[in-house]
C-alpha cells in the first residue's frame, strides 16, 4: 500500500531506509520519542525488518524526488469503546515524526492530510485524535491546520524521560481530535 502526494511517496518500511531512518531518531527531538531511539545502523537495520511486516497503517514518508526517507507517520485501528471489544474499529490515534532536516517546509502537513484522507475513506475511521506535549509547538499547530480542536490539556500526564535526579519528568499533554463529518466539510 503506498499512497502519494505532489512532494511525498507514503509507503511501508525497507530494510534500506535504516541509515535514513537512524539519521532521525538517534537524539529523538520529542521526549515521547525516546523509546524509539536508534543507537547503530545495526540497530536501525533489526528495526527496519520489523517494520516492513507492517504495510497497511505504518508508513515511510519519502521525497519523491530523491527516494530519500524523512520521517514516518502510522496509526492503529481502536475500539470506539476502549472497554468493548466488540464495538467498532474506527477510531484512530496517528504519530508523526520528522527528520528535523525538513521541518518548516510543509512536509509533515502533507503527509498528515494525506493520511488522514487515507484513513477516513479507505479505512473507516470515525474518529481521529492526537496527543502533543505542551512544548511542541509545531505538533499543535499542526492538529491545528488539518482541522483538528483541541479537545483538553492533561497536566502532569505522562512521562517518558527521566530529570537529571533520576525522578520521572512528567509531561503536560495537549488533545487534538476531528471527526469524519467534520474532515468532510
Same mark, same amino acid.
Given at each position: 500500500?503506498?499512497? *502519494? ?9 525497507? %530494510? ?15 521526549? +515521547? ?8 545502523? %545495526? ?10 511486516? %507492517? ?20 496509526? =492503529? ?17 496517528? +504519530? ?6 525538513? *521541518? /518548516?517546509? /510543509? ?14 475513506? *479507505? ?9 502533543? !506535549? ?5 505538533? *499543535? ?11 483538553? !490539556? =492533561?497536566?502532569?500526564?505522562?512521562? =517518558? ?25
Amino acid at each position: 500500500m503506498t499512497i *502519494q502526494t505532489e512532494r511525498l511517496i507514503l509507503r511501508p518500511f525497507l %530494510e534500506s531506509d535504516a541509515a535514513d531512518v537512524l539519521e532521525y531518531l538517534r537524539e529523538p527531538a520529542v521526549h +515521547c520519542f525516546a523509546s524509539m531511539k536508534l543507537h547503530s545502523l %545495526e540497530e536501525a537495520r533489526a528495526e527496519m525488518r520489523k517494520r516492513a511486516g %507492517e504495510t497497511e497503517y505504518y508508513f515511510a514518508i519519502v521525497l519523491k524526488d530523491t527516494g530519500r526517507v524523512i520521517g514516518e507517520i502510522d496509526a =492503529f485501528p481502536e475500539h470506539s469503546e476502549p472497554h468493548d471489544t466488540s464495538s467498532p474499529l474506527d477510531t484512530f490515534s496517528p +504519530c508523526w515524526m520528522l527528520n528535523s532536516d525538513f *521541518q /518548516g517546509r /510543509g512536509y509533515a502537513y502533507e503527509a498528515a492530510h494525506a493520511f488522514f484522507d487515507f484513513l477516513f475513506r *479507505q479505512k473507516g475511521a470515525r474518529r481521529i485524535y492526537a496527543y502533543t !506535549e505542551d512544548y511542541n509547538l509545531s505538533s *499543535q499547530h499542526l492538529c491545528e491546520k488539518l482541522g483538528m480542536r483541541r479537545e483538553g !490539556e =492533561f497536566k502532569e500526564f505522562v512521562s =517518558f524521560v527521566n530529570n537529571p535526579d533520576g525522578t520521572p519528568r512528567y509531561e503536560n499533554t495537549m488533545q487534538y481530535a476531528i471527526l469524519k463529518k467534520e474532515w468532510k466539510a
